[in-house]
């Protein structure tokens, strides 16, 4: 198990063993590099910690436990949660900053306690076989256990098929779940218990209409609190740098550091080589160049895609139908030749409103009228015009009068209708969309304003089991620390409470953030048009990565699998080619299942002793 996961941690390794008990960890040492060392205990020896992450209120933390008589043996933030935990339990939570999978062994009780971060950031996953509870960071690792099979779960798959991810507590592995952000388990003689700790508190409208703060004073305690977590995650002890697309939120970000720093700021970008093709190079470079960045860029092609595919998919341990993996997989790369830590903008669409879906939904109440028969009928005759990819979403969505449908389908890889067409007869109960993953997460949501709701949504669903997820594998993948500022707890809790004018105002998204950031960065980067990473995949699907395409949605896998309608997949492979519609979406996902079937499924995923040391040797 350990050796599955040495790219998390290449610098340390321990274990203990405790009767019933073994826990194993690989460090990734940031804090406090000469000690350090795990499992760390409490003075007693009674409490046992294991933990991937940074608390980065260590500081403050340790000195109040000081001031109350607790002994340390190291300068570590890892010893601060065990004695947190001799004095508070699972409260010792609450005081926690940061993100973490913490793992704490109570030797007199016999009784163990895991936690996951209230927003994420870092995964943690688990599954009970006949004689044992079995954790780790990664799936993978997991799956070295011997009782642990390797199996395909299908309503993870169906979840994946309608969201272009799993949402937690489901995975792709049958009887292999996902601790959901903001929980933690205890796992006793009794069995186990999950509960929840931290949720956003998302409030009525009404609540947040009496507060009486003026719109400067909104922006003054944004500015605070960006700077303040800016501040704290710049508490390292290894060089670090910061990911740079030109985009408003890494580029604050960077804006933030280079105030902090009196030296300047490594930052790192990719982009792509296709003449004519949108590139975000020039805006990150602008960034650089007006902060005084030492700036690195790395430029992708449709190789890259080809030869980092399968790696990528890996480290993953299960698909997420995402381009941009292995742009995020190649600028980690990069990063990890010059540092050992970054920041990185993740969040800020989510806390601020920054997707066109957002904009979108605020017309469904003069769509939502239509009976169901129109809204399919509708939606059946925009499906036959040719182009318009993003037109025929919003009328997918929109033309949905169940809300956690219409949220549903307002980003998907395959339509609620497309999977009718999709999905086999056989396997009819895993055709259905993913509107009770939405309805069971918006029951939840204190909040009354549509807005609010799919923001709500968005933060418990798309952006761990996506955005973070992407994130944490593949800059791990490198051993690599990515430190997200904006998702900051009580970053994301002010900005829950904030009024939806001043994050979404007509066509204007993120208006606070945006008004902030008018303050610290270049006019052309406040002005400039979002558009995420612009990879050329439609192109690539066409031309360089079609024999790719062919064989891994050819007619004998399709059919082998068992799952879809092989004329089905052949139709849309045709229309992209062809360049009737852009499928690119739907075929990379289904490109991207087809490859975990071989790898995790097809394959077995354990390693042997030779696999973990070869594997040892790779890591930097």
């Known amino acids: 198990m350990l050796g599955s996961i040495v790219h998390r941690g290449p610098d340390d390794e321990g274990r203990l063993q405790d009767r019933e008990l073994h826990f194993g960890m690989r460090r990734l040492s940031i804090i406090d590099l000469a ?11 009674r409490y046992a910690v294991v933990f991937n992450g940074e608390i980065y209120n260590y500081r403050e933390l340790r000195t109040d436990l000081i001031a109350k008589g607790h002994q340390f043996r190291t300068n570590s933030d890892t010893e601060v949660i065990v004695h947190l935990f001799e004095d508070h339990r699972e409260k010792c939570l609450d005081y926690l900053r940061g993100m973490f999978g913490i793992a704490i062994w109570d030797n007199q009780r016999r009784e163990l306690f895991i936690a996951r971060d209230r927003l994420g950031v870092k995964p943690l996953y688990y599954t009970e076989t006949q004689s044992d509870f079995v954790f780790g960071s990664e799936i993978k ?7 642990v099979e390797s199996r395909p779960d299908l309503v993870g798959i169906s979840d994946y098929l309608s969201l272009k991810y799993t949402p937690a507590p489901k995975t792709m592995f049958a009887n292999i779940h996902s601790l959901p952000p903001g929980h933690y388990m205890v796992i006793n003689e009794k069995g186990v218990q999950i509960q ?5 508190p998302f409030a009525q409208e009404s609540d947040v209409a009496e507060n009486n703060i003026s719109d400067q004073e909104y922006e003054e305690r944004l500015l605070t609190l960006l700077k303040e977590s800016v501040r704290l995650r710049l508490r390292s002890d290894v060089p670090f740098g910061a990911f740079l697309s030109g985009g408003l939120d890494s580029s604050t970000i960077v804006a933030l550091m280079a105030q902090e720093l009196s030296t300047p700021v490594n930052t790192f970008s990719v982009g792509f080589g296709g003449e004519g093709e949108p590139d975000e190079l020039p805006y990150a470079q602008a960034v650089a160049d007006h902060f005084g960045c030492r700036h690195h860029t790395l430029r992708i092609t449709a190789d890259d895609f080809l030869n ?22 190649m600028v980690a790369k990069l990063a990890r030749e010059h540092v050992k830590m970054v920041l990185t903008g ?15 939904e605020r017309w469904s109440p003069y769509t939502t009228w239509m009976p169901s028969f129109m809204g399919s009928t509708v939606r059946s005759l925009s499906q036959r015009l ?26 998907p890889m395959f339509t609620d209708d497309a999977k009718e067409q999709l999905i086999v007869a056989q396997h009819a109960d895993i055709k259905r969309g993913a509107g009770h993953v939405f309805t069971s997460m918006l029951s939840s949501c204190r909040a009354r304003e549509p807005l609010s709701r799919m923001l709500y949504a968005d933060s418990k669903l798309w952006l761990p089991d996506y955005l973070l997820l992407r994130g944490d594998k593949l800059t791990m993948a490198h051993s690599l620390e990515a430190r997200v500022p904006l998702l900051d707890h009580k970053l994301t809790e002010f900005a829950a409470r904030l009024p939806s004018r001043l994050k979404l105002a007509g066509k204007k998204r993120k208006v606070l953030l945006r008004n902030v950031a008018s303050k610290l960065l270049p006019k052309q980067i406040i002005d400039r048009p979002k558009q995420g ?6 192109r690539w699907l066409q031309k360089e990565a079609k024999p790719l395409m062919l064989d891994l949605l050819n007619q004998a896998s399709i059919q082998r699998r068992g799952l879809f309608q092989a004329d089905y997949v052949a139709r849309l492979m045709n229309q992209h080619i062809s360049g009737y519609a852009d499928h690119s979406i739907a075929l990379w996902g289904l490109m991207s299942l087809e490859m975990w079937f071989r790898k995790f499924i097809d394959s077995s995923p354990k390693l042997s002793s030779s696999d973990s040391k070869r ?4 890591v930097p």
Do not use: C
């Open 35 to 45: 000690e350090g060392h795990q499992p760390i205990f409490d003075e007693s020896g």
């Open 141 to 147: 690792a997991i799956l070295q256990h011997p009782e």
């Open 196 to 200: 929840r700790y931290w949720d956003l």
């Open 308 to 329: 980092h595919a399968e790696t990528v998919l890996w480290h993953l341990d299960q698909p997420i139908a995402d381009q941009a993996t292995v742009a995020t997989f």
């Open 346 to 360: 993740e969040g800020g669409d989510e806390l601020f409103a920054g997707y066109a879906r957002y904009e979108g």
């Open 386 to 411: 040719p182009g318009l990819r993003r037109a025929k979403i919003a009328v997918s969505a929109l033309t949905r009068r169940n809300e956690a449908e219409r949220f549903a389908n307002w980003f």
């Open 533 to 538: 990473f612009p990879i050329p995949i439609e």
């Open 615 to 618: 594997m040892e040797r790779v």
